[in-house]
């Protein structure tokens, strides 16, 4: 079946430092893999997205690269800023019906 | 931003009251989702429509029911809430089902059942 797992979290970093989110998933077929990211109050927002092995995607900063061979999707950010607080949510889709599967979610705190 | 709405964005209720919960879009897309989110799962799917009238189980619909009168809404229903029903709940549309295509999601209700 389909699963995804994510790092526990909480994660705390300064100002400027490396962010890695680690994202291992299970899957039959050929799913995409998306990272969403969810500020305090708010829904789900999608940030990056990537749709076949070996692809990269990327928005605001964030890269993520699709590793069919490690199952792997981590998330990573070079400079996090205080702006970056938020939950992160890694994803798959699956090959029916469009159902995603979400790993629990690790929240970033950034502190100045 | 995808035009989703959700209705109420936040509600306290009692154990064995009936609660529905309302979501509308304006983008016209077929799919829609509801799901909750709880510490140490994530979000899980509850129910699911491909087109008005058609609608399909999730991973965790005991409890829930959906209806979907147009393409616009899609109302969540729990007959007799619980409070085990304690959650924030999602409302989600795609375009379609294609392995390739993003969900996009609304600002959330947070429900609680006392």
């Known amino acids: 079946g389909n699963s995804v797992t994510q790092m526990e979290g909480p994660v705390t970093l300064s100002e400027e430092a490396f962010l890695t989110i680690n994202c291992t998933y299970t899957a039959t077929g050929y799913p995409s893999l998306f990272w969403y990211v969810q500020y305090p109050g708010e829904g789900l927002q999608l940030l990056l997205k990537a749709t076949k092995a070996d692809d990269k995607g990327s928005n605001k900063g964030f890269e993520a690269t699709y590793r069919k061979e490690t199952t792997s999707f981590h998330l990573e950010k070079g400079s996090v800023q205080v702006s970056d607080s938020a939950v992160y949510f890694c994803?798959?889709?699956?090959?029916?019906?469009?159902?995603?599967?979400f790993g629990t979610g690790t929240s970033l705190t950034v502190i100045p | 931003d995808a035009g989703i709405t959700q209705s109420p964005r936040h509600k306290v209720t009692e154990t064995g009251t009936p609660v529905t919960l309302r979501c509308h879009q304006t983008?016209?897309?077929?799919?829609m989702y509801w799901y909750r989110q709880d510490p140490g799962h994530g979000l899980r799917l509850i129910h699911y429509?491909?087109?008005?009238?058609?609608?399909d189980k999730g991973e965790v619909s005991d409890g829930y029911s959906v209806s979907r009168s147009k393409t616009e809404d899609f109302l969540l229903t729990l007959e007799s809430a619980t409070s085990s029903q304690t959650s924030v709940y999602f409302c989600?549309?795609?375009?379609?089902?294609?392995?390739?295509?993003?969900?996009?999601f609304g600002p959330g209700t947070r429900l609680t059942v006392l």
């Open positions: 983008e016209n897309h077929r799919y």
């Open positions: 989600a549309i795609s375009e379609s089902t294609r392995v390739t295509d993003t969900q996009y």
């Open positions: 994803a798959l889709s699956g090959n029916t019906g469009n159902q995603f599967y």
């Open positions: 429509s491909y087109g008005v009238k058609d609608t």
